[in-house]
């Protein structure tokens, strides 16, 4: 079998050359590209690229906004055997100038804006002996790729690349500690691809308008037209609505995958206006979503259509899913009764394990210790998503990674539990347990009950102090202007005595606006909030 991602690009040029494959804004309107230009762009992107010497192995780091060229030039260094390094640039300077020293590109190509911070941080980039630019902004210091592929021939001759080749590095979001870098291989890849394809019935005749950049490749290798939303992918939650909603009708988009933080705004500029969208599949990930969400954005759906919850991590994406209707029949009112959140049964060929809690590394399978029932312990997950090793990073690796026969177990960082009819519940991440000594306290669990208030928009659970002895304090992100605290506390303090997970919690703070990743503005960082509620709390003392 010829493993090579590339290879599904070109089998759709192929099969359909005239078909519209990718939309993208340009201008005022929008700029369509079918299969075969895409294909035929690749190709050229991959000539031009070799001709200045890029080779196989070569790590390539892209730094391109959602276009065409993205689209292509990420094929294009599949075809030629190349590693893409994908960074998000939102996860801050100081993240992005880290992952690019460990990652260590050799051939750096980007728009100008990403030139100039190169430049401006040279020490990082040190690895570096090619650079070219793309875009129409000028940069003196680097040569235009799409410039040399006007010139380069449309057919490339596409290496035989192995299952477990090195295709691409993704890093992680850094919800809970510093973002790693995934090693992605060919096969991972196409593996995705088939749960993708199968589990969410996407064919051909499907539009796709991702919020998340990647997506956009996934569409494209599996045939389905790809529309690029008029929008910052670092900010989801900062979408425009109007323009969101308006590529979506205009360009008859029947699946799309995003952040709830994106179809929270979305859905609620969708039932103020009265407008019922034609998508008939839309996926929801990157933090937990909740049954008034889902209900929600079903409304604003296409009769018949249905809404996914996969649930999974950069390291492994998906290994479980659950639909909308599953979530509101039967799950969402033992959500709100702090039983955590379903994300849904394993998918086919993925194996979920429930593991006692361990803080250091376990070498082998022969060292876990599985919980039964519905007992909560940490997530561990094995298949042929899940990914083998973080780049550059052997601590990371043995803290992750559990080696059984001639496979690997994941362990996700998260809590959770397997109900009598094999689904998973996600409890929260093990890094946000509260530990107080005689009890342990899990964070998606006791925020349930506290985000029952009316005037609650959410909540966050810390521990203050050393773990053992943590003193549990629930901050809430209010929605609107609390007029008396006291008054407001009392009857969060009312709500934690009313469910014995909280019945211990008794201290509260109110944060104007949680901080959140860049990736998905969904996961709470709460360890920055912990700091934040232990000077507020040693300030009150």
């Not at 949680?514 to 003392?541: G, Q, S």
Request: net charge neutral; aromatic share 10%.
């Amino acid at each position: 079998m010829p493993y090579n991602i590339a290879r599904t690009l070109a089998d759709v040029a192929l099969k359909s050359p005239e078909r519209t494959g990718l939309i993208v804004p340009s201008g005022k309107g929008f700029q369509r590209f079918t299969f075969g230009e895409l294909f035929a762009n690749s190709s050229r992107f991959a000539n031009a690229l070799t001709a200045r010497g890029v080779k196989r192995g070569d790590r390539v780091m892209l730094m391109v906004k959602p276009s065409m060229e993205f689209v292509c030039l990420t094929f294009a260094l599949f075809q030629l055997g190349g590693v893409v390094i994908l960074i998000d640039p939102g996860m801050g300077y100081k993240n992005l100038l880290r992952c690019i020293g460990t990652v260590k590109p050799v051939v750096f190509a980007g728009i100008a804006k990403a030139h100039l911070f190169k430049s401006i941080f040279p020490r990082f980039f040190k690895t570096i002996h090619t650079s070219f630019r793309v875009g129409d902004t000028p940069w003196p210091f680097a040569v235009s790729l799409p410039r040399l592929a006007e010139k380069a021939s449309a057919s490339f001759d596409m290496v035989d690349a192995a299952r477990d080749e090195l295709a691409a590095v993704i890093f992680t979001t850094g919800s809970t500690g510093p973002p790693k870098g995934v090693q992605y291989t060919h096969g991972i890849f196409h593996a995705q691809l088939q749960y993708i394809r199968n589990y969410y019935r996407i064919t051909s005749y499907d539009r796709d308008q991702p919020a998340f950049p990647l997506f956009a490749l996934f569409s494209t290798a599996l045939g389905a037209c790809a529309v690029i939303p008029d929008m910052d992918p670092s900010r989801p939650a900062r979408v425009d609505p109007q323009k969101f909603v308006q590529t979506i009708r205009d360009h008859d988009v029947t699946y799309s995958f995003g952040s709830p933080a994106i179809w929270n705004v979305v859905s609620r500029y969708c039932l103020e206006h009265e407008i019922k969208l034609g998508v008939k599949k839309i996926l929801m990930a990157g933090a937990p979503v909740s049954g008034e969400l889902v209900e929600r954005v079903k409304k604003i759906m296409a009769p018949g259509g249905e809404l996914y919850t996969p649930y999974g991590a950069t390291e492994c994406l998906p290994v479980a899913s659950i639909s909308g209707t599953e979530i509101l029949a039967e799950t969402w009112p033992l959500t709100r009764m702090g039983k955590g959140v379903c994300v849904g049964p394993p998918l086919p060929g993925i194996d979920i394990r429930i593991m006692r809690a361990t803080e250091g590394p376990v070498a082998s399978r022969r060292d876990v210790s599985l919980l039964a029932g519905d007992e909560i312990g940490e997530i561990i997950v094995k298949g042929d998503v899940v990914t083998i090793s973080y780049d550059h990073n052997d601590r990371e690796n043995s803290l992750a990674k559990i080696a059984d026969g001639e496979g690997f177990w994941h362990r996700m960082g998260d809590m959770g539990y397997l109900d009598e009819k094999g689904r998973l519940w996600f409890c929260g991440r093990k890094a946000h347990r509260v530990r107080t000594g005689r009890e342990t306290l899990y964070s998606v669990c006791c925020e349930a009950i506290f985000n029952e208030h009316p005037d609650v928009f959410r909540s966050a659970l810390v521990g203050i102090g050393e773990a053992g002895s943590q003193a549990p304090v629930l901050i809430v992100e209010p929605n609107k202007q609390v007029e008396d605290e006291e008054v407001f506390f009392a009857e969060l303090a009312q709500l934690a005595r009313q469910n014995s997970l909280t019945e211990n919690i008794s201290h509260f703070l109110i944060h104007p606006s949680f901080p959140v990743d860049i990736r998905h503005n969904a996961k709470i960082f709460r360890e920055e909030l912990a700091a934040w509620a232990a000077e507020m709390v040693e300030d009150e003392a």
